[in-house]
């Protein structure tokens, strides 16, 4: 024959209830109302015990008690009272999910930090100056060519003992294949002495250099692997804050590159260039007469193709996203006059 009663206390104890529990209320339920006592002796149980349970009974909502008798409640309401307390378990357990996807960042770091400690003494090294760093760089690309390094130069002093110490030896280490090389400057340092000159060396044999208005401090990386700054994050650097650390830890390497790349997207190509002979200026010159494709290419005696190709060529170079504005950025350059 079916057990009526443990059909009744499966779904409380699937909500919660533990058999004690369950057995409690269905002997409340088949009382109607009761005392303790009586349900002590229903239930073939201790009175203290069954006092404890009732209490539970009474806070959860499905039994209610009235000057000392019990009476409980319609098993649809118990159970409502059931899932009600459930559901809100559940969903500050998801609380606590959601709080803990969005530590994802910190444990990942911590990650990260552990796993460089584990390879070794930590890797950070300080040293004097960035101008034992820039000396490093060929040797670095020695040992793991070919070197990508990306550098920022952010005052007139850095990048005028850049050109005079260390253009030469990375020139030729890009001509010999060993390394490649980004740069951002300052826009104010182009007119320096001898940076014009060693600029356009290193990007005749490969380099890559881009001008801002202000840069926020000196950095390089070093491929996937090194990076060099300052002990003091900031632009012109003062003397008695020369001192810098080479590291050699992946996750600083990595925000390094990345604020490096945002500010490379933000930069624009430099004023001057082998690309410029190749015939941008023509035909911006002949647009900004007013002249159509068609007629451009009559007058340079080449294809319309060659035209739009050669417009293509400007606006990437003056970082320009429309023709429109590739003449005025190149009016601005001087490229014009």
């Excluded at 209610?64 to 307390?85: I, V």
């Excluded at 590291?247 to 690309?275: H, K």
């Excluded at 417009?311 to 504005?325: V, Y």
Aim: net charge neutral.
């Amino acid at each position: 024959m079916r057990d009526e009663s443990r059909t009744l206390s499966d779904p409380l104890e699937t909500l919660g209830l533990d058999p004690a529990q369950s057995a409690l209320y269905t002997a409340v339920l088949r009382l109607h109302k009761a005392t303790r006592t009586e349900l002590a002796e229903a239930t073939d149980g201790p009175v203290e015990k069954v006092s404890s349970q009732l209490d539970d009974l009474v806070r959860l909502g499905v039994v209610d008690e009235h000057s000392g008798e019990y009476l409980a409640r319609h098993p649809a309401a118990a159970l409502g009272r059931l899932l009600a307390e459930r559901l809100d378990r559940l969903a500050e357990e998801s609380r606590r999910i959601d709080s803990a996807l969005g530590s994802i960042r910190h444990l990942i770091r911590d990650y990260d930090a552990g796993r460089d400690y584990q390879s070794g003494p930590f890797p950070v090294e300080l040293v004097s100056g960035a101008d034992v760093l820039y000396e490093s760089v060929v040797g670095m690309a020695v040992q793991s060519p070919p070197l990508e390094l990306l550098t920022a130069i952010p005052d007139e002093r850095t990048m005028t003992d850049f050109v005079r110490k260390f253009a030469d030896p990375w020139i030729d280490a890009q001509r010999r294949k060993l390394l490649t090389l980004r740069a951002l400057i300052p826009v104010a340092t182009l007119t320096a002495p001898g940076v014009r000159e060693q600029v356009t060396r290193l990007v005749e044999t490969g380099g890559r250099v881009r001008t801002l208005d202000r840069l926020p401090s000196w950095f390089m990386t070093a491929g996937p692997d090194a990076a060099g700054l300052p002990a003091l994050w900031g632009g012109n650097l003062p003397d008695h804050a020369y001192n810098f650390y080479l590291v050699r830890a992946p996750i600083v390497v990595g925000v390094l590159r990345s604020l490096f790349q945002e500010l490379w997207g933000r930069a624009v190509p430099l004023p001057w260039g082998r690309r410029r002979s190749d015939g941008m200026v023509q035909v911006l010159r002949l647009a900004a007469q007013g002249m159509c494709d068609d007629s451009i290419a009559r007058q340079l005696g080449v294809s319309v193709r060659t035209v739009r190709a050669r417009f293509a060529d400007a606006m990437a170079e003056l970082g320009a996203q429309s023709r429109f504005h590739a003449g005025v950025e190149a009016a601005r350059r001087g490229w014009l006059s």
